[in-house]
C-alpha cells in the first residue's frame, strides 16, 4: 500500500514538472509572440458562403434603417417590423426569418455604408423581403433643423439624402435583384407647432423626391406614413413627439403588412 | 532536496487538498457548460438560425444601438466601441469569434477564471503550507532535522509550483472533457485572430496575424499560470507571516476580491495599476481587450507582477529562516 502510494507520488511529482515546464514555455512563447509576432500584414478575408435556408418556403425579411426600424417608442419592443413579421406568420404559416438591422439615430449616410458591408450584403442576397425606414434622421436631426427652418440648408441635406438614397437602393439591388423593397416615407412628428404648415410642406417635397428615386429601382414599393399621422399625431406619437408610439407602429405595420405577398415565393 | 519535495508532495496529496480542488473545477465547468447551452441554444431561437454570422451581425447591432443611447459612462462607451470594432473586424474577416467546440470553451473558461477562480484555488494549497505545520506542531519536527531551514522552505515553495502546474492542467483537462460531452472536441485547428491592440479607446487591427486555437490556448494557459504562481506566492509568503491558516486565507481572499472589484473601477486612479490585484487579466492583452487603467500594457503587468513575486519570496525565505519556532 505505502509502495504503491509512493509510486503514486512520484507519477504527480514528474508529470507536475512536465507541466511546468509545458506552461512555462507556453508563457514564453506568448510573450515573445505578443512582442514579436511577425504580422501577415493583415489577414486575407473570405468571402462567406451564401445563406442556406432550412427549407424553401421560409421568409426572409431583412429591415434596414434607424429607429423607426429598431422599434423605438413602442413599449413592447416589436415596432412595425416586429408586427409585419408577426401578420406574415400568422397568414402563410411558414417559417419566417427576420434580421433587423436597424441602429437608432442612423442617419442615410450611415446606411450607404452599412448596405457596402460583406455581411449585411449577403444577408440582402438571402432576403425576399426588404423594409427600409431612412431619412428622419438626416432631415429632423432631432428637431433642430425645422426649428431654425433655413429652406437653403434644408435643400443642401435633401440633395445628399437623394444622393445616398440613390447609392443604398442600387446597392441593395446588386445584392438581391428579386426582393421586393419597402421603402416607407416619412411623417411630420412637428405637423401640430407653430410653424406646422411649413415644415409638413418640407417633409411633402422630401416624400416626394424619395418616391421619385425608388420608383426608378425595378420592385421597389414607396409606402407613405404621412397621412397616417397628419390628423391626429397626438395620438400615435410616443411621449418624446417623435417617434410613433404602439398604435403608430401598428398603423404603419397595417399599411405595409398586406403589401407583402406570398406568390413571390413562388417565382 | 528530491527526497523532501517528495516528501512535501506526499503530504500535500494525503491531504486530500488537490483532489477538493479537482472536485470544485469539474461541478464549475458543469455549471458553465450548461449555461453556455442554454444561451446559443437562446440565440438560435431569437434568430431562428444557426448562422453564426447572422447572430454575429445581430451583436453588433446591438452593440450599435446601446452606443446611441445618451446614458452611458465614456469607460464602458469606450469598451464597447472597441468591441464593436473587434467583432466588425471578426465579421468582415469570416472568422467565427466563438466557434462552437470544447477548445473554444476551455479558452472562454481559462480566460475568465484567470483573476479569481484559478488564484482561489492556488489558495487552497498555498495558504496553509507553512502555517499548517504550525497549527499541527509538526514545525519543530521538521525543523530539528539535520537540513537547512531554507533548503526546508524551497522544497515546499517548489511543491508549490508543482501543485499549481498540476492545477492548471487539470482545470484544462476537466473543462476540455466535460464540455465537449455537450458541444463536441472538434475546434483544436480554427484559427484564431490575436494582436487586437488598443490605445486611447482605439481599436489598432496593424498587428493582426491568425493563430491554431490550440496555440493561443498554450498561451493563455501560459499566462494563467504565470498569475497563479505569483499569487500562489503571496499567499505562501502570507503563510510564512501568518500562523493561523484562516487568517492568511481571509487577507489572500480580501485581496483578491477587491481587485476584481477595483478592476471595473480604477480607471480614474491611475497609481491603482501598482497593485498586484488589478493586474491579473493578463490573457486580456491577447484579446485585444482595453486594460482597466489607460497605459497599461503586458509588459507593465508582468512587470509589477514580478515586482510583487520577487518581494514576497524574499520576505518569505528571510522570516521563515530568522523566525523563533516554538
Keep these: ?71 423605438t417608442g413602442d413599449e413592447t419592443g416589436k415596432g412595425y417590423v416586429g408586427l409585419v413579421t408577426d401578420d406574415i406568420k400568422k397568414r402563410f404559416k411558414n417559417r419566417v426569418t427576420l434580421h433587423n438591422l436597424g441602429i437608432n439615430g442612423q442617419t442615410s449616410t450611415e446606411l450607404q455604408k452599412q448596405v457596402k458591408q460583406n455581411e449585411v450584403q449577403r444577408q440582402l442576397a438571402s432576403a425576399d423581403t426588404i423594409l427600409i425606414t431612412i431619412g428622419g434622421n438626416d432631415l429632423f436631426q432631432g428637431g433642430q433643423t425645422l426649428m431654425d427652418f433655413d429652406p437653403n440648408s434644408i435643400g443642401k441635406i435633401q440633395a445628399e439624402f437623394i444622393n445616398n438614397l440613390t447609392s443604398i437602393l442600387t446597392d441593395i439591388r ?12 416619412l411623417y411630420n412628428p412637428f405637423i401640430e407647432l407653430e410653424n406646422g404648415s411649413d415644415t409638413s410642406k418640407v417633409v411633402r417635397e422630401w416624400n416626394d423626391q424619395s418616391e421619385r428615386v425608388s420608383a426608378a429601382f425595378p ?35 397595417e399599411r405595409v403588412a398586406p403589401l407583402i405577398k406570398w406568390e413571390e415565393k413562388q417565382q | 532536496m528530491a527526497n523532501l519535495i517528495q516528501n512535501e508532495m506526499m503530504k500535500l496529496l494525503a491531504r486530500k487538498r488537490i483532489q477538493v480542488v479537482g472536485i470544485i473545477v469539474a461541478v464549475l465547468v458543469l455549471l458553465f457548460t450548461y449555461a453556455q447551452y442554454k444561451q446559443v441554444e437562446e440565440q438560435r431561437e ?39 470594432k473587434q467583432q466588425q473586424y471578426y465579421l468582415d474577416h469570416n472568422i467565427n469569434p466563438t466557434e ?9 473558461f481559462v480566460e475568465n477564471s484567470s483573476d479569481l477562480f484559478i488564484p482561489l484555488l492556488v489558495m487552497i494549497i498555498a495558504s496553509d503550507l507553512v502555517s499548517s505545520e504550525h497549527s499541527l506542531g509538526s514545525i519543530k519536527l521538521l525543523l530539528t532535522r539535520p537540513v537547512k531551514r531554507w533548503r526546508i522552505l524551497l522544497s515546499k515553495y517548489i ?12 482545470v484544462g483537462v476537466l473543462a476540455y472533457l466535460l464540455s465537449g460531452i455537450v458541444f463536441g472536441y472538434k475546434g483544436l485547428n480554427t484559427p484564431v485572430i490575436t494582436g487586437f491592440t488598443v490605445e486611447g479607446g482605439n481599436l489598432d487591427t496593424s498587428q493582426v496575424r ?59 486612479w491611475e497609481s491603482a495599476k501598482y497593485l498586484f490585484m488589478v493586474n491579473l487579466k493578463l490573457t486580456n492583452y491577447l484579446n485585444g481587450v482595453a486594460p482597466p487603467i489607460e497605459g497599461m500594457t503586458l509588459l507593465s503587468s508582468m512587470t509589477v507582477l514580478f515586482v510583487w513575486w520577487a518581494a514576497a519570496l524574499v520576505v518569505s525565505f528571510v522570516v521563515f529562516t530568522k523566525q523563533d519556532v516554538y
Design chain 2, 210 to 268: 491568425l493563430l491554431a486555437q490550440w496555440k493561443f490556448l498554450l498561451m493563455d494557459f501560459g499566462l494563467v499560470w504565470f498569475v497563479a504562481v505569483v499569487v500562489g506566492t503571496l499567499a505562501f509568503m502570507l503563510s510564512v507571516l501568518i500562523r493561523s491558516t484562516a487568517a492568511g486565507m481571509g487577507v489572500t481572499l480580501a485581496a483578491l476580491i477587491s481587485g476584481a472589484i477595483l478592476s471595473n473601477m480604477v480607471s480614474s
Design chain 1, 174 to 185: 446588386k445584392a438581391n435583384r428579386n426582393a421586393t423593397i419597402f421603402y416607407l416615407g
Design chain 2, 100 to 108: 462552437p467546440g470544447a477548445p473554444s470553451f476551455v479558452r472562454m
Design chain 2, 159 to 170: 511543491t508549490l509550483l508543482l501543485a499549481i502546474s498540476a492545477i492548471i492542467a487539470m
Design chain 1, 1 to 71: 500500500m505505502i509502495i504503491l502510494r509512493r509510486n503514486t507520488v512520484k507519477i504527480v511529482t514528474i508529470l507536475s514538472v512536465i507541466l511546468g515546464v509545458l506552461w512555462l514555455s507556453g508563457f514564453g512563447w506568448a510573450i515573445q509572440d505578443y512582442y514579436s509576432g511577425n504580422s501577415m500584414g493583415g489577414i486575407e478575408s473570405k468571402a462567406a458562403k451564401p445563406m442556406q435556408k432550412k427549407d424553401k418556403q421560409e421568409l426572409t425579411i431583412v429591415a434596414l434603417g434607424d429607429s423607426l426600424t429598431r422599434g
Design chain 1, 219 to 253: 420592385k421597389t414599393v414607396f409606402v407613405p406614413t404621412f397621412d397616417i399621422f397628419q390628423l391626429s399625431v397626438n395620438d400615435y406619437l410616443y411621449t418624446d413627439n417623435f417617434h410613433p408610439n404602439k398604435q403608430g407602429y401598428q398603423l404603419i405595420a
Design chain 2, 46 to 84: 431569437k434568430l431562428g438560425t444557426t448562422d453564426w454570422r447572422a447572430s454575429l451581425q445581430q451583436q453588433i447591432i446591438d452593440i450599435q444601438n446601446r452606443l446611441g443611447s445618451s446614458r452611458m459612462s465614456d469607460d464602458w462607451r469606450e469598451q464597447l466601441q472597441v468591441s464593436l
